[in-house]
T-cell receptor
Framework: IAGITQAPTSQILAAGRRMTLRCTQD?????MYWYRQDLGLGLRLIHY???????GKGEVPDGYSVSRANTDDFPLTLASAVPSQTSVYFC??????????????FGPGTRLTVL | DAKTTQPPSMDCAEGRAANLPCNHS???????VYWYRQIHSQGPQYIIH???NNETNEMASLIITEDRKSSTLILPHATLRDTAVYYC?????????????FGKGTRLSVIA
């Protein structure tokens, strides 16, 4: 089934630990995104990648890093987690090749708690 | 910051049309209006988008005013499953260089 998968579904993490959230899409979309959503707020863009091999910073990039070694995978790494990174993380992808259409397809999310 | 203004919440009776307004008075000529919704705990879902003409698909209709400073998303026959937060977004709409900026949206409650 085509779509985006994220792993893990949820995680409780001790502060100071390193954590990588995984995101994989099988739609061959060239653009991918990471958002975080805090209670009562809308989604905020952390990092994005327009194509494999390139990445860019979003609205709230501090404390996070990403890589895009291939088209399908876009992992998000927290090098040293802090409690303020407790959030729900959504990965998304879109086909931005040509045209101006920007429908983004979202994954189911990862609920991360940093204690 | 989000470039749109939406009411924080609305109610709609089941089976009636839900009309969700959005103000985007600073929209640029090359920016589209997008609507997404987020059902509890799930990832956002694309609904519809438009530039200046009204649009309709199997989910909804989008009415954009002639000056493009506001729009209305219409769910013609709301059901309980349409209860969600609805986001109105303006964007040039191509790639991460022009990412979608989600505001707080409108929480629509469909009531039986």
């Amino acid at each position: 089934i085509a779509g985006i998968t994220q792993a893990p579904t949820s995680q409780i993490l001790a502060a100071g630990r390193r954590m990588t959230l995984r995101c994989t899409q099988d739609m061959r979309h060239n653009a991918m995104y990471w958002y975080r959503q805090d209670l009562g707020l809308g989604l905020r863009l952390i990092h994005y990648s327009n194509t494999a091999g390139t990445t860019g910073k979003g609205e709230v990039p501090d404390g996070y890093s990403v890589s895009r070694a291939n088209t399908d995978d876009f992992p998000l790494t927290l090098a040293s987690a802090v409690p303020s990174q407790t959030s729900v993380y959504f990965c998304a992808s879109s086909d931005s090749a040509g045209g101006t259409y920007n429908e983004q397809f979202f994954g189911p999310g990862t609920r991360l708690t940093v204690l | 910051d989000a470039k749109t203004t939406q009411p924080p919440s609305m109610d709609c009776a089941e089976g009636r049309a839900a009309n969700l307004p959005c103000n985007h008075s600073t929209i640029s000529g090359n920016e589209y209006v997008y609507w997404y919704r987020q059902i509890h705990s799930q990832g956002p879902q694309y609904i519809i988008h438009g530039l200046k003409n009204n649009e309709t698909n199997e989910m909804a209709s989008l009415i954009i005013t002639e000056d493009r400073k506001s729009s209305t998303l219409i769910l013609p026959h709301a059901t309980l499953r349409d209860t969600a937060v609805y986001y109105c977004i303006v964007s040039r709409g191509n790639s991460g260089n022009t990412p979608l900026v989600f505001g707080k949206g409108t929480r629509l409650s469909v009531i039986a």
